[in-house]
């Protein structure tokens, strides 16, 4: 998706922390829509679509009103005819930065978290269907349930409109990465760490020995990053 150039210089360091509050579940009866359901304050990472640069692998800049929407999950921008559109084309992208939080597209949408110029933290925050129930007899609800965190399709992004037929559950997932000054990622794991920094596998095996490492806890993720930027 073509954006309109929007010139601007820019380095950003530091990025803030957006999704600090607990993770959520959210429970959509037959008959109600999921945007209903899961509010904006919910889905995005900001109240309003703000001014958003991106910046491509081209290195041509381009900029527009935008936000992240978790339930896609992906970009969304505003464009010159007022309509929300979904950014695609991703491979075709380096970074984006909205406010003063950068976020990557490699492989999922991330926003990072830290970075010390070489090493980055970032995460990945989503909101998938965990879990579906029919309605059986007299009313009650009967299992039905489907694989954990399928994702649903962003085409044309059907859920804007979208009327459960069913009970639905939609889970807040977050993963964290790791990746290097080039913007590469990977989640966080042990099998992950130690290829992306293999020279220092002893002193990864023993830090992870010695520390009961969540790696889906975002104070974890900082202290362990903390770790490798003095490696």
Request: proline share 3%; glycine share 6%.
């Amino acid at each position: 998706m073509s954006l309109k150039p929007f010139f601007i210089l820019f380095c950003l360091v530091f990025s803030q922390s957006l999704f600090s509050q607990e993770l959520k579940t959210f429970k959509v009866n037959p008959g109600e829509k999921v945007y209903e359901v899961i509010s904006p304050r919910d889905r995005y990472a900001y109240p309003d679509f703000i001014s958003g640069i991106v910046l491509f692998k081209n290195d041509r800049i381009g900029g527009s009103r935008m936000n992240y929407n978790a339930l896609l999950p992906g970009i969304e921008f505003i464009d010159q005819h007022n309509d929300t559109l979904t950014l695609d084309n991703l491979e075709t992208i380096r970074y984006i930065v909205m406010a003063n939080d950068t976020f990557f597209v490699e492989k999922a949408v991330t926003q990072q978290i830290l970075t010390d110029g070489k090493i980055r933290l970032a995460r990945s925050r989503v909101i998938m269907i965990s879990n579906h129930h029919r309605i059986g007899a007299m009313g009650l609800p009967t299992d039905a349930s489907v694989d954990a965190f399928t994702a649903l399709s962003s085409s044309g992004n059907p859920l804007k409109t979208m009327v459960a037929k069913e009970i639905l559950t939609f889970k807040e997932h977050v993963t964290f990465y790791f990746g290097n000054k080039y913007g590469q990622f990977k989640q966080a794991n042990k099998k992950n760490l130690v290829s992306q920094f293999g020279n220092h596998k002893k002193e990864i095996t023993t830090y992870l020995e010695e520390n009961k490492v969540n790696f889906f806890s975002e104070e974890d993720m900082r202290k362990l990053f903390g770790f490798l930027s003095k490696l």
